[in-house]
């Protein structure tokens, strides 16, 4: 099936690590995105990137870091430097033309 | 800096109303507008895209319009039914691919 996959589902932390965040698309898409969201809230945008190795600060940055190695391969790693990293974390792809934005089905982050 | 305002916060209505979700931004440069649902603690599955150049579109008991030059867009659904329950977001994309979502409505439908 075509579509965007993100793991793991639920991930616990403790304070001081660092954890990764796998987003894997076979859409054949161009831009990858990560977005942040707290209870209650929209989406804030973290990075994205429009072209394989190249990629852009969000809103909110600071603290996470991406690679994008492989155009079906956007990983998010939440650093230790992330005071408040519990939220649900969000990929979403675009492809050319009409710039419909498609996501994944979220990770749940939770510091213990 | 784009804003996005969604009003209500929440929402109640009767099986079957007919409602009216509402969304503003305050950036009129937009390249597309879209609505999306979300299930608790899933992902935000695509609704409806509205391009700039487009006034409205359509799916189903969906329509969704968008008012550029007032920074208006608004999500109407035809005779609501539980399964409507969800939380509603909007999201306005720039050319350079940046979006900026809405905080959302949450709508409950009762039988």
């Known amino acids: 099936d075509g579509g965007i996959t993100q793991s793991p589902k639920y991930l616990f932390r403790k304070e001081g690590q660092n954890v990764t965040l796998s987003c894997e698309q076979n859409?054949?898409?161009?831009?990858m995105y990560w977005y942040r969201q707290d209870p209650g809230q929209g989406l804030r945008l973290i990075y994205y990137?429009?072209?394989?190795?190249?990629?852009q600060k969000g809103d909110i940055a600071e603290g996470y870091s991406v690679s994008r190695e492989k155009k079906e391969s956007f990983p998010l790693t939440v650093t230790s430097a992330q005071k408040n990293p519990t939220a649900f974390y969000l990929c979403?792809?675009?492809?050319?033309?009409?710039?419909?934005?498609?996501f994944g089905e979220g990770s749940r982050l939770t510091v213990l | 800096k784009q804003e996005v305002t969604q009003i209500p916060a929440a929402l109640s209505v009767p099986e079957g109303e007919n409602l009216v979700l509402n969304c503003s931004f305050t950036?009129?440069?937009?390249?597309?507008l879209q609505w999306f649902r979300q299930d608790p603690g899933k992902g935000l599955t695509s609704l409806l895209l509205?391009?700039?150049?487009?006034r409205e579109q359509t799916s189903g008991r969906l329509n969704a319009s968008l008012d550029k030059s007032s920074g208006r867009s608004t999500l109407y659904i035809a005779a609501s039914q539980p399964g409507d329950s969800a939380t509603y977001l909007c999201?306005?994309?720039?050319?350079?691919?940046?979006?900026?979502f809405g905080d959302g409505t949450t709508l409950t439908v009762k039988p």
């Open positions: 979403a792809t675009t492809g050319q033309g009409n710039g419909e934005l498609f």
């Open positions: 859409l054949n898409h161009d831009a």
């Open positions: 990137s429009q072209i394989v190795n190249d990629f």
């Open positions: 950036d009129s440069a937009i390249y597309n």
């Open positions: 509205i391009q700039s150049s487009q």
């Open positions: 999201a306005v994309i720039t050319n350079a691919g940046k979006s900026t």
